[in-house]
């Protein structure tokens, strides 16, 4: 549950800086860093959030997993909770990885391509523009990620939630408890350190 509420105060300090009402990094954003160590420094910073995510959010989806076939015997159990978490891990983050190296692929084409070879050469340069499209499509897809597993694990442990949304089709209801769980928890967030 509090990785649930983690995922949602996440998924919603990024909705809430892509609109502009909230950042969190926000002497980051309005100082220009001046050697390669403080880039270096917001870069680790950065990493660091996102791995913390990450793991938080591939916990979340293996003990999901698991309690889809809390009722079987041991060995189905470790069967596939250990499929999940190969899945999640490979399937998805190996992707990801894979999709973020695209540009200097693109790089490499390039090079290779000089100017003998226009189709590896279009390749390429494709990728290379692609790039940061695909990180927009991914942080959208990665904050709706969040928003549902933190509003499921809420609808699915929590009786009261469950049957006040059971009007709304599921994926909706999950969507619509993560979203407002993600705003109530930065706003409590942002109360207690104006207090402190």
């Known amino acids: 549950m509090f990785g649930g509420v983690y995922l949602a105060y996440e998924a919603g300090e990024k909705v809430l800086e892509y609109f502009g009402f909230h950042n969190t ?31 938080i959010l591939s916990i979340e989806i ?6 889809t076939v809390l009722e079987q015997a041991l060995a189905i159990q470790i069967i596939a909770v250990t499929f999940v978490a ?19 692929f693109g790089f490499k ?21 692609a790039l940061p499209k695909v990180i927009r499509v991914l942080t959208f897809l990665g904050t709706l990620a969040m928003f549902l597993v933190a509003g ?17 089709p599921s994926i909706l209801s ?15 967030h942002q ?5 402190f």
């Not at 407002?180 to 706003?187: D, I």
């Not at 109360?191 to 207090?195: E, H, L, Q, T, Y």
């Open 25 to 55: 990094h926000k002497e980051e954003s309005t100082s220009i860093a001046k050697t390669e160590a403080e880039i270096l420094l917001i870069e680790k910073s950065k990493i660091k959030s996102a791995i913390l995510t990450d793991f």
């Open 62 to 67: 293996v003990i999901m997993a698991l309690g």
């Open 86 to 104: 190969f899945l999640v891990t490979v399937g998805v983050y190996g992707i990801v990885a894979l999709l973020v190296r695209m540009d200097d």
């Open 109 to 129: 084409l390039i090079e290779i391509a000089q100017d003998t070879k226009p189709l590896l050469k279009k390749i390429g340069e494709t990728l290379v523009v």
């Open 152 to 168: 499921g694990i809420f609808l699915h442990n929590i009786e009261l939630i469950h049957h006040t949304l059971a009007f709304m």
């Open 174 to 188: 999950e969507l619509l408890f993560g979203f407002t769980l993600g705003m109530l928890s930065v706003g409590i």
């Open 191 to 195: 109360m207690i350190k104006k207090v």
